[in-house]
Each structure stands twice: as C-alpha cells, then as structure tokens.
C-alpha cells in the first residue's frame, strides 16, 4: 500500500511538471506571437508583390443642395494577401464615371468603407456637411482628368488585420498627411500601382480585435510546431530502429549483438 502511494505521488508529480512545462511554453508562444506580428505584417507588405487584387467600387453621388464642387466620390475597396485599404477619389461634375465598377454581390458595399469606420475615411457619408470640397481649378477636377485622391487608409496584418493607418490630401496645397505609420519607399512598389502614394503603408495604429485574434492563432501556431518536435524526433528513431540503425546517430548497428552499444555514440538499443 506504501509503495502504491509512493507511485501515485510520484505519477502526480510528474503531471504537474508537465503542465507547467507546456504552460509555460504555450505562454512563451502567445508572448511571441503578439510581439511579433506586427514585424510579420510589415515584413509582407514590404516585401510580398503578389499576383492578384480584389477590388469594390462604389460611387456616392453629392448630396442635395451642396454647393460643393465634388459632384461624385468613388469609394474604392481592396485587398490583397496582408492588406486591406480604402481609397476615396472625387471628381468634378464635367467628368464622366461610366468606367468605373461596382459589385453588389460584395458585403462590404453596404459598408463601403470596411474595415474602417465610415466617420474616420469619409465623413460625408453620415454627414452632409462634411462633404468634400476643392479649391476650384484644383488638382484632377478638370474634365478628362482620373479625378482627385483625398484619403487612403491601410489595414494589415496576418492572418487577421491588426494594424491601421491613414494618409489624407489637402485638396488645396495637394501635400499629404500620414497618421499611424510609415510610408516606405521600396523600387519594387513601382509595382503597385493602385497606391496613389506607391508606397508602403507600414502601419502601426493597433487594431485590438485583429491583435487578440492573430496573438491566439499564431500562438497556437507556434505552440503546435513546439510540440510537434518530440514526436517528429520519436518517429525518426523509430524509423532508424526498425532499418537496424542506431537511433541516436544513425550508424548501421546490423549484424552487432543486441546487447551491444553503438560503437559509434555509446548508446544502447
């Protein structure tokens, strides 16, 4: 009876040992993870030029009775691998927009400007008094011209969006005005055409629904290949057991005594 509590007590002991071995690993992984994600989504915007881009045009017309003379706003809705970001673009009454698509099978054109809200990218969509307005002659409003960029706004991050950040034009002075994060010039964002800017948004306003959510699926991640290592280790010495090989080295033990060491590490089968 003694030595069966002995065992149970040592059993017991072990357990906890290891739970707070992999505790600590899980917890090493989740601290990993949220430090290292937004590096991660710098890293693909930076670097990743990918092959495709899904776009979502949407026109809003210039509410009754403005005196502005932005006659149409194109809300424009990308995405890409690690990035989402909304452009808003505003033409003159003497420009025609028949070009220009929309797709009403997309979720957000009921919030065009998703994953921000519409008040932070264009305010006049739920304030007609803050309908856009340009200095007349200014930039892109003279017929036959593509029309004037006024805001850009990233999201990024992966695989959720946990980063966001937002550059605005004075319409009169034509200079930009970026708030959370950096605009970095890279050659190959000549690429990159459908930045009015050309360059790379690395965004570091956080976006904690997108951090909570990229700090448990990357941890999990990290946490699985952590503890996928012992397994991959048992399966390669079973692997070389069952070839009659030393499980610690690898050397050919075929046709040596069972009993006997490796002669090449010392260790016994």
Excluded at 204 to 224: D, E, H, I, K, Q
Aim: proline share 6%; with cysteine; glycine share 10%.
């Amino acid at each position: 009876m003694e030595r069966r509590s002995i065992e149970e007590n040592g059993e017991r002991s072990l357990n906890r040992r290891a739970v707070r071995r992999y505790g600590w690993r899980l917890a090493a992984c989740f601290a990993a993870a949220l430090v290292l994600q937004l590096p991660l989504a710098w890293a693909i915007v930076y670097f990743y030029v990918p092959s495709w881009q899904g776009e979502t045009s949407v026109i809003v017309g210039k509410p009754p009775g403005c005196a502005s003379n932005v006659d149409r706003v194109r809300i424009e809705n990308d995405t890409q691998p690690g990035i989402r970001w909304v452009v808003v673009t505003g033409w003159s009454s003497s420009y025609s927009q028949a070009v220009f698509r929309t797709d009403e099978e997309r979720l957000f054109v009921d919030e065009p400007t998703w994953p921000f809200p519409a008040e932070e990218v264009f305010p006049g969509l739920v304030d007609v008094s803050k309908w856009p307005s340009s200095a007349p002659g200014g930039v892109g409003f003279v017929a036959g011209t593509y029309g004037e960029t006024m805001v850009e706004a990233y999201a990024i991050g992966w695989p959720f969006l946990c980063a966001t950040g937002r550059s605005v034009r004075d319409v009169t002075t034509g200079k930009w005005t970026t708030t959370g994060g950096i605009l970095a010039q890279w050659p190959r964002y000549k690429q990159r055409h459908w930045l009015a800017l050309g360059l790379a948004p690395l965004c570091y306003t956080p976006r904690w629904a997108g951090v909570a959510a990229n700090t448990v699926s990357l941890g999990a991640m990290l946490f699985a290949a952590w503890a996928a290592a012992p397994l991959v280790s048992a399966c390669r010495k079973w692997r070389r057991r069952r070839r009659g090989m030393c499980s610690g080295c690898a050397y050919d033990l075929r046709g040596l005594d069972l009993s006997a060491a490796c002669p090449e590490c010392g260790l016994r089968r």
